[in-house]
T-cell receptor
């Protein structure tokens, strides 16, 4: 139990285009989902926290208009990187948490974004 | 907010030896402390966690200890194997409430187990 999927696993796009990443909890309802960005050999950097049906809470320094987050249901959250630039290239990972499983967060497999 | 420090940043051990990774936290309200293992290019996997109402938890070769007074917790891996090689992250959380259970991560420890 507690499986989180993420799609796509890899994406290459041209500079200026938008990319949408999906995060799904497959066997539980995720009241809260988190989006992280991870640079090579670095820790996970929290970008935003989203609750189903409400606006996401962004961390300081993260542009909300550039990284659009939608948590439309208890099993799906999406992150859209708008007008992507090469500096947005990174490993993006989501995690999901449910009140039924305490504080445990379960991570998705991550999405490797490369912007040319 | 919470600040989690993790040491060492790299750790090399011989197969069969023990490995210990230590973390400290700053917020006395933190009450949940998970450890994640991340292999290169993969997702972080929860390997063990501990809550503030216990001082130690063990699962086969892995154990975690918590000292609430000193605000530090440690991961112990015994009889290490080459497949234990990965990056290990500690984290702290104060549960739900205003933080919605967000985790504060340490910087990670690259563990290498030599055969």
């Amino acid at each position: 139990g507690a499986v989180v999927s993420q799609h796509p696993s890899r994406v290459i796009c041209k500079s200026g285009t938008s990319v949408k990443i999906e995060c799904r909890s497959l066997d539980f309802q995720a009241t809260t989902m988190f989006w992280y960005r991870q640079f090579p050999k670095k820790s996970l950097m929290l970008m935003a926290t989203s609750n189903e049906g409400s606006k996401a809470t962004y961390e300081q320094g993260v542009e909300k208009d550039k990284f659009l987050i939608n948590h439309a249901s208890l099993t799906l959250s999406t992150l859209t990187v708008t007008s992507a630039h090469p500096e947005d290239s990174s490993f993006y990972i989501c995690s999901a948490r449910t009140s039924g499983k305490g504080d445990t967060q379960y991570f998705g497999p991550g999405t490797r974004l490369t912007v040319l | 907010g919470e600040n989690v420090e993790q040491h060492p940043s790299t750790l090399s051990v011989q197969e069969g030896d023990s490995a210990v990774i230590k973390c400290t936290y700053s917020d006395s309200a933190s009450n949940y402390f998970p450890w994640y293992k991340q292999e290169l290019g993969k997702r972080p996997q929860l390997i063990i966690d501990i809550r503030s109402n216990v001082g130690e938890k063990k699962d086969q070769r892995i154990a975690v200890t918590l000292n609430k007074t000193a605000k530090h917790f440690s991961l112990h891996i015994t009889e290490t194997q080459p497949e234990d090689s990965a990056v290990y992250f500690c984290a702290a959380s104060s549960g739900g409430g205003s933080t919605l259970g967000r985790l504060y991560f340490g910087r990670g420890t690259q563990l290498t187990v030599w055969p």
